[in-house]
Nanobody
Framework: QVELVESGGGLVQPGGSLRLSCAAS????????MGWFRQAPGKEREFVAT????????YYADSAKARFTISRDNANNWVYLQMNNLKPEDTGVYFC??????????????????WGQGTQVTVSS
């Protein structure tokens, strides 16, 4: 298992930016696909973005395309989510996740078996 800890959430105005970070422990970080998911109040946890183990392929939810960027630093066991032009509908708890999904399942939360505790993102004026 890999332990994950998110940070960087907070309160921002619409149109603002946040950079979320996820610190991973262990020696196997570079073997995992890493993902970001979010859960809004009263809603199911939903896929936001994911990046393959070598950083060569990234995938985004339609709502995140052109606004969010996922990246990773395998040398130091970090994954990031840069969020720009934030909207109120981006509000929720953001979770970092690790797994080894096949291509057809990488957008599914059930494909990830390691999860952080979450960090709150609130977009409001």
């Amino acid at each position: 298992q890999v332990e994950l800890v998110e940070s960087g959430g907070g309160l921002v105005q619409p149109g603002g930016s946040l950079r979320l970070s996820c610190a991973a422990s262990g020696r196997t970080f570079n073997t995992y696909t890493m993902g970001w998911f979010r859960q809004a109040p009263g809603k199911e946890r939903e896929f936001v973005a994911t990046i393959r183990s070598n950083g060569g392929h990234t995938y985004y939810a339609d709502s995140a395309k052109a606004r969010f960027t996922i990246s990773r630093d395998n040398a130091n066991n970090w994954v990031y989510l840069q969020m720009n032009n934030l909207k109120p509908e981006d509000t929720g708890v953001y979770f970092c996740a690790a797994g080894r999904p096949i291509l057809s399942s990488l957008r599914q939360a059930a494909s990830y078996n390691n999860w952080g505790q979450g960090t709150q993102v609130t977009v409001s004026s």
